[in-house]
């Protein structure tokens, strides 16, 4: 398993920019394929974005293409995730997800997952 503890939300207003990290402890982080998932109040998490071991290879969702960039630095087994644009929907908990996978743009094979952090966009 593979420890992983986010941080760097709060509170911004629509339009703003916040940046999420994930730093990352234990297994092998460049070997894993990372991403980060995001619920909303009354549902499921969702996939937002996921990279590559070597941070070559990205996925986002559709909705925050072009808004938010996944990036990481496996010198400091950390991940980031770049928030620009933000939307009222948004408004979320953010998680940080490890895979044994390279790279997946589902990560159904876990082997870690963070506490989470909140990201509130008001209007």
């Known amino acids: 398993q593979v420890q992983l503890v986010e941080s760097g939300g709060g509170l911004v207003q629509a339009g703003g920019s916040l940046t999420l990290s994930c730093a990352a402890s234990?297994?092998?982080?460049?070997?894993?394929?990372m991403g980060w998932f995001r619920q909303a109040p009354g549902k499921e998490p969702t996939l937002v974005a996921s990279i590559s071991g070597d941070g070559g290879t990205t996925y986002y969702t559709d909705s925050v293409k072009g808004r938010f960039t996944i990036s990481r630095d496996n010198a400091k087994n950390t991940v980031y995730l770049q928030m620009n644009s933000l939307k009222r929907e948004d408004t979320a908990v953010y998680y940080c997800?490890?895979?044994?996978?390279?790279?997946?743009?589902?990560?159904?094979?876990?082997?870690?997952w963070g506490q989470g952090t909140q990201v509130a966009v008001s209007s």
């Open positions: 997800a490890a895979d044994r996978y390279y790279f997946t743009t589902s990560m159904t094979r876990r082997v870690g």
């Open positions: 234990g297994g092998s982080f460049s070997s894993y394929g």
